[in-house]
């Protein structure tokens, strides 16, 4: 099976940077896209970037200029660079991808998520 595994969450000050990574592991034959989404407190879970397997990528308006996602193919593993951050970007932070992996005899594409990584930023 696969297993994706978040890391790098923490609580920082306000204009600090952090960054996430997000490792998959198994028996993976492509990843075709990832991302991260964000859920807070009595919200619902939200995208914040994606990127395509060609590199496109696609951020969320609030962290436009402040988050970058980055992938590196060799190890399965993409990140999330989050510069200046704010309170309002509290949350747990998910990764997720797209990906076909091997099932015994077959190839089977699915969508898999991380545990979670709460950042918290206080003011």
């Known amino acids: 099976q696969v297993q994706l595994v978040e890391s790098g969450g923490g609580g920082v000050q306000t204009g600090e940077s952090l960054r996430l990574s997000c490792a998959a592991s198994?028996?993976?034959?492509?990843?075709?896209?990832m991302g991260w989404y964000r859920q807070a407190p009595g919200k619902q879970r939200e995208l914040v970037a994606a990127i395509t397997g060609g590199g496109s990528t696609n951020y969320a308006d609030s962290v436009k200029g402040r988050f970058t996602i980055s992938r590196d193919n060799a190890k399965n593993t993409w990140y999330l660079q989050m510069n200046s951050l704010k309170p309002e970007d509290t949350a747990v932070y998910y990764c997720n991808a797209d990906l076909t992996y091997y099932d015994v005899t077959r190839l089977v594409s699915d969508r898999f998520w991380g545990q979670g990584t709460q950042v918290t930023v206080s003011s």
């Open positions: 198994g028996s993976i034959f492509s990843i075709h896209a």
